[in-house]
């Protein structure tokens, strides 16, 4: 089991180009989860996705983010007209299908993003 | 929402002393208590959770307790180790298709 799979590790990218951000969940995981981590901050939730659906979007900014968790293939996370602001460490979670365990994550090794 | 408060924000303690993270939770319907390590460079790992029915977890040198009354929760470390220096994190989930919050993060530093 590879567990949560997320590349590319580490990503630069001038201001106003776009990032792309993949993670493979978990072997039997369908809920991903995506947090933000800024230098010397906590994890800050972004996002909540089963397969083709959005469950919960409320921490992620109104404009230039999106995510997808699409039936076949990773979970994308898409950053256009990047600024420097949106410098950090991207991580991905993914949890059971069960509710009862649904809190229960593994995250990935993170993509920390660069934008110069 | 959920809103999870933790502290100290960083801690020093001598090799072989204990550690304490104390968080606290605002959600009454939070039922599950996660606690994360991280390493620098790498994501966080799961080290020990509890459950709101249960007061109190132990694992080897780390351990958990809960008081739900107060919506207290906090993470213990004895006899702490210089490979125990890392960013931890406490965590509250209310079941269901809910996400876990996450406190600010607790950098401990054992000094050998």
């Known amino acids: 089991n590879a567990g949560v799979m997320q590349n590319p590790r580490h990503l630069v990218r001038r201001r106003g180009q776009e990032a792309r951000l993949r993670c493979s969940p978990m072997k039997g995981h369908s809920h991903v989860y995506w947090y933000r981590q800024l230098p010397e901050e906590g994890l800050k939730f972004m996002v909540y996705l089963q397969k083709e659906n959005i469950i919960d979007e409320s921490g992620m900014p109104k404009e230039r983010f999106s995510a997808e968790f699409p039936k076949e293939g990773p979970s994308i996370l898409r950053i256009q007209q990047v600024v420097r602001g949106d410098s950090a460490a991207y991580f991905c979670a993914s949890s059971p299908p069960s509710t009862t365990s649904s809190g229960n994550y593994t995250f990935g090794s993170g993509t920390r993003l660069t934008v110069v | 929402g959920e809103n999870v408060e933790q502290h100290p924000s960083t801690l020093s303690v001598q090799e072989g002393d204990s550690a304490v993270i104390k968080c606290t939770y605002s959600d009454s319907a939070s039922n599950y208590f996660p606690w994360y390590k991280q390493e620098l460079g790498k994501g966080p790992q799961l080290i020990i959770d509890?459950?709101?029915?249960?007061g109190e977890k132990k694992d080897q040198r780390i351990a958990v307790t809960l008081n739900k009354t107060a919506k207290h929760f906090s993470l213990h470390i004895t006899e702490t180790q210089p490979e125990d220096s890392a960013v931890y994190f406490c965590?509250?989930?209310?079941?269901?298709?809910?996400?876990?919050?996450f406190g600010i993060g607790t950098k401990l530093q054992v000094i050998p």
């Open positions: 509890i459950r709101s029915n249960v």
């Open positions: 965590a509250a989930h209310s079941g269901g298709y809910q996400k876990v919050t």
